[in-house]
């Protein structure tokens, strides 16, 4: 048990489909982050929220559409993606975004499968 | 070429023998965060190293972080399969925006055969 929980697990959706992920912390952070993790390449940070701002936006393209309610949830919205885009998403929180020893806690991810 | 390097990209050891992994930066580290992950799953937060010459270990298996700041080893002893799985490194350059600036290494898969 993470703490940091994340749905669904596995999803696999067509290039013209909307979908979306879902991640929600237990742990009382107030920053969260998307990273995308495809096969043999290291973690790529996506996004960036501290108190429900985005501090963060990695030259994502728009197709992916993040939003943050709330410091406990966090959203992916997936619009018209493309078969490059599948990869594992993960989702990760932490106490506070700045300052060394804030240590990330990652949620088990979500697979994703474009089509 | 990758701003942090793993190394090796893959290993495999009998159940019992002890490993080392390797991270390595190209610049001076503020700090050096380990984790583990099971295929397809999450990270899990093994250890943060913060000092030149600091070593933390936790349970059989202890990094480390050379004097120098720029590298830092992972030693497994007595391996067992439970250790089996992705080994990442992540590392805090210091930019002045905080941990959440870490860059990944690619990882390191561990398999022991028992």
């Known amino acids: 048990e993470t703490g940091v929980t994340q749905t669904p697990r596995h999803l696999v959706m067509g290039m013209t489909n909307k979908k979306s992920l879902k991640c929600e912390q237990h742990l009382g952070h107030n920053a969260m982050y998307w990273y995308k993790q495809s096969a043999k390449k290291p973690l790529e940070l996506m996004f960036v929220y501290s108190l429900e701002e985005r501090v963060e936006n990695n030259s994502v393209p728009s197709r992916f559409s993040p939003e943050c309610p709330n410091s406990s949830h966090l959203f992916l919205h997936l619009h018209t993606l493309q078969p490059e885009d599948s990869a594992l998403y993960l989702c990760?929180?932490?106490?506070?975004?700045?300052?060394?020893?804030?240590?990330?806690?990652f949620g088990p991810g979500t697979r994703l499968t474009v089509l | 070429s990758q701003e942090l390097e793993q190394s090796p990209q893959s290993l495999i050891v009998q159940e019992g023998k002890n490993l080392t992994i390797n991270c390595t930066s190209s610049?001076?580290?503020?700090?050096l965060y380990w984790y583990k992950q099971k295929y397809g799953e999450g990270l899990i937060f093994l250890m943060m190293l913060q000092k030149g010459g600091e070593e933390k270990s936790h349970e059989k298996i202890t990094a480390k972080l050379d004097e120098k700041k720029q590298q830092s080893s992972l030693h497994i002893t007595a391996s067992q399969p439970s250790h089996a799985g992705i080994y990442l490194c992540g590392a805090d350059y210091g930019s002045g925006a905080g941990s959440y600036q870490l860059t990944f290494g690619k990882g390191t898969k561990l398999s022991v055969i028992p």
């Open positions: 610049k001076t580290l503020y700090g």
């Open positions: 990760a929180s932490s106490p506070a975004l700045a300052g060394v020893g804030d240590t990330q806690y």
